[in-house]
């Protein structure tokens, strides 16, 4: 009766944890709906493929199938894997086996007459020796009962790190799409740029011959051949530039595809894709669970309260239980005729550390708190990067539709301004100044299309996604 009343209290403490661990998986103060809100159908996949842009696809293929950074964080991954393996097996009993001999020499060199080795060898004079071996086969267990649940929120604590490193994987990819993005268009808005400069300065090269016809024939002056001289100088100066920008982007392209600077076989074509449609926004709540980064710092808080329960756990007893089982002989031909069961129970209790484990109780909580801010923190800086991103859309739509209203205006001043010229109503610097007016407008055009771009591509960068668990799942596939 006694023994099942001790195994019911030792379940019933088995059951029992000094520190409840708080939920954190539902914030408090989310919103319900942004300050900038616009309506959308448009499910987003992945959302690069809204661009309708074959090379960047193929780009953005290689980059997630064998970016260096993304292998990182999979092999953290791992690491976080082992180490939840490793709290895990704290769970089980530890089962040891032993094999061994011993040699022990006894000898007494006093002849009493009582001598206790009677059995021994030889010695000289009146001493007395005597030779022991023993083999021994000992199979030894250690337990520590979870009296606390000590042992079972560590293992909880490291899961839940395990499933934020998940999320930090994920993250790494949404953070390598959105650099993939960026650099793509930066190097198709050079490429469109160098085709525009070739245009125009076929343009400019043709003007220049006409004026320097219109010089020999006498009806321009040395002033006219010279102004359209530097303008045509002026355009093939913004080359090197742009060359450079280009070339820049393609070796980052590589790197981030994990291939020497150089080495990327892909050439972009300077079509910049138009805007596509406007999507369906992620409501507000919903972001916690399409940002990987949010969801991994939730696991992360989760963990962290886990541990404020470890640390409690830890000033409470321990118990060890630590049976061992040994056969042992004095001889190697024999059988093991001895057998010996050894059953320990050790219960310790901390006394005095000096305040050590009651403040490390004060540093998890701590650690909790900052994680809790660092969480409200990151989910503002969400929102902020959707709502900005919203805005910015919003007035780049206009500002295009008044550079492409510019155009057309100085379109007509150009025409208007080459017939007055060659009527003799105005100087040849008027033309300059209205062709120069223009191709810089032209331009600035396609500067501003691909930051329209970058505009749409942060707000579905900002707004997650499934696609990231399936590429996830493709990468886990791929790694394997």
């Known amino acids: 009766m006694n023994r099942i009343l001790y195994i019911a209290f030792l379940i019933l403490l088995n059951a029992c944890s000094p520190y409840k661990v708080r939920d954190h998986s539902t914030p408090q103060s989310i919103p319900t709906s942004y300050h900038n809100h616009y309506l959308g159908e448009k499910e987003i996949g992945y959302w690069w493929e809204e661009f309708a842009d074959k090379e960047l696809n193929s780009v953005m293929q290689k980059g997630l199938e064998k970016n260096l950074e993304v292998k990182q964080a999979w092999n953290r991954l791992q690491q976080a894997l082992a180490i939840n393996g490793i ?45 022991q071996q023993r083999y021994f086969v000992n199979i030894g267990l250690s337990y520590e009962v979870d009296l606390w649940k000590r042992i079972s929120s560590q293992n909880e604590a490291s899961r839940l790190r395990y499933q934020a490193s998940k999320e930090d994987v994920k993250q790494t990819m949404l953070l390598l799409s959105g650099s993939i993005v960026d650099v793509w268009f930066t190097a198709q808005e050079q490429q469109a740029a160098l085709n525009l400069l070739q245009e125009q300065i076929e343009v400019a090269t043709t003007l220049l011959e006409l004026t320097e016809l219109r010089f020999s024939l006498g009806r321009s002056s040395a002033v006219d051949v010279l102004q ?22 393609l070796q980052q392209l590589a790197v981030l595809t994990a291939v020497p600077p150089g080495n990327l076989n892909i050439k972009p074509s300077g079509e910049l894709a138009t805007l596509p449609p406007f999507p369906k926004i992620v409501a507000p709540k919903m972001l916690i669970k399409s940002r990987p980064d949010l969801q991994s710092i939730l696991l992360q808080l989760q963990a962290a309260e886990y541990d404020i329960a ?59 708190d900052e994680i809790a801010h660092r969480f409200a923190d990151t989910y503002l800086k969400v929102l902020l990067e959707i709502e900005n991103a919203l805005v910015q859309e919003r007035e780049q739509v206009k500002l295009m539709a008044n550079i492409s209203e510019q155009i057309a205006l100085a379109q007509k001043t150009l025409q208007e301004s080459q017939s007055r010229y060659i009527s003799g109503l105005n100087d040849y610097l008027t033309v300059i100044v209205t062709l120069q007016n223009l191709q810089n407008l032209q331009r600035q055009q396609i500067a501003q299309q691909k ?30």
């Open 228 to 249: 359209q001289r530097q303008q045509l100088a002026a355009l093939e100066g913004q080359i090197p530039t742009a060359r450079s920008l280009l070339e820049t982007s």
């Open 451 to 480: 930051n329209l771009l970058l505009f749409r591509a942060q707000l579905y960068r900002a707004m997650g996604g499934s696609w990231l668990q399936n590429s996830f799942t493709k990468v886990q596939r791929d790694m394997k």
């Open 87 to 131: 709290d895990r097996s704290e769970l089980y009993p530890k089962l040891d086996l032993s094999v061994g001999a011993t040699y022990n020499r006894f000898k007494d060199n006093e002849d009493n007459g009582n001598n206790i080795f009677q059995g021994g060898g030889g010695g000289f004079g009146g001493a007395q020796a005597f030779n």
């Open 310 to 368: 470890v640390a409690v756990a830890d000033r409470l007893p321990r118990l060890v239980i630590t049976p061992s089982y040994e056969w042992a002989t004095t001889k190697v031909s024999t059988f093991f005729h001895q057998e010996i069961l050894n059953i320990i129970g050790n219960l310790t209790a901390p006394l005095f550390d000096g305040g050590r484990r009651v403040q490390e109780i004060e540093r998890r909580k701590a650690i909790v």
